[in-house]
């Protein structure tokens, strides 16, 4: 059974610093893992999609790495800010067309 | 283009009703699923439709159902609610392939009491 987890569960940061939010899953068979982003009572928006066949995925600030074999994904985000303050989800595609979500890390950027 | 819509966005419902939840999907994308986010136990996957057809199913009570029309749009149904039901039920929209990004709606929250 696939299980996602995701450390740490919160952090908090001051403003311009780099962080790294990590993400591992035991089942390395996966299609893809995406990182979302959620704002307090909001939906999710999609940040990064990789591709199990993929190293890593980059967008502005933010850059995503994938490690099948060892299970991890890690999600790099340089000179933070506060807006960049929500709860940041990991997701694997598995089998069946099935995602299965870590838990999130909660994220706030001070000012 | 217009994003993945959800109604009703709030919903308060007693203990025993049914509750119909709707998501009409991006324009194009064949696949919907639907999830249930709780405090307690996270993001959940509940069933994923593509072409109308039940493609996989989360660990749920045949409570929760759901279905898809021919236009993509889905729609899930709640029998007999408990209050462990309430949560923050998401659906997300796509092409339906295995290297597919996911757009997700805002939401219904649904209340039961």
């Known amino acids: 059974k696939q299980e996602v987890t995701q450390i740490p569960a919160a952090l908090s940061v001051p403003e311009g610093e780099n962080l790294v939010l990590n993400c591992s899953f035991t089942d390395s068979a996966i299609y893809n893992l995406q990182w979302f982003r959620q704002d307090p009572g909001k939906g999710l928006t999609s940040l990064l999609l990789i591709q199990s066949s993929q190293r890593e995925q980059t967008s502005g600030r933010l850059n995503a790495s994938l490690d099948k074999s060892s299970g991890r994904s890690t999600l790099y985000i340089a000179a933070s800010q506060p807006g960049d303050s929500a709860t940041y989800l990991c997701?694997?595609?598995?089998?069946?067309?099935?995602?299965?979500f870590g838990a999130g890390t909660r994220l706030f950027v001070k000012a | 283009k217009a994003g993945v819509t959800q109604t009703p966005r709030y919903l308060i419902k007693t203990r025993g009703q049914q509750v119909t939840l709707s998501c009409s999907p991006i324009?194009?994308?064949?696949?919907v699923s639907w999830y249930q986010q709780t405090p307690g136990q996270g993001l959940q996957f509940l069933f994923e439709y593509f072409s109308e057809t039940q493609r996989n199913k989360g660990n749920f009570p045949g409570r929760f159902s759901g279905r898809q029309f021919s236009n993509s749009r889905s729609e899930m149904n709640v029998s007999t609610l408990e209050l462990g039901d309430s949560a923050l039920y998401l659906c997300?929209?796509?092409?339906?392939?295995?290297?597919?990004?996911?757009?997700f709606g805002p939401g219904t929250r649904l209340t039961v009491l």
């Open positions: 997300a929209s796509g092409w339906g392939t295995s290297t597919d990004t996911q757009y």
């Open positions: 997701a694997v595609q598995a089998g069946g067309f099935k995602t299965i």
């Open positions: 324009s194009g994308h064949r696949s």
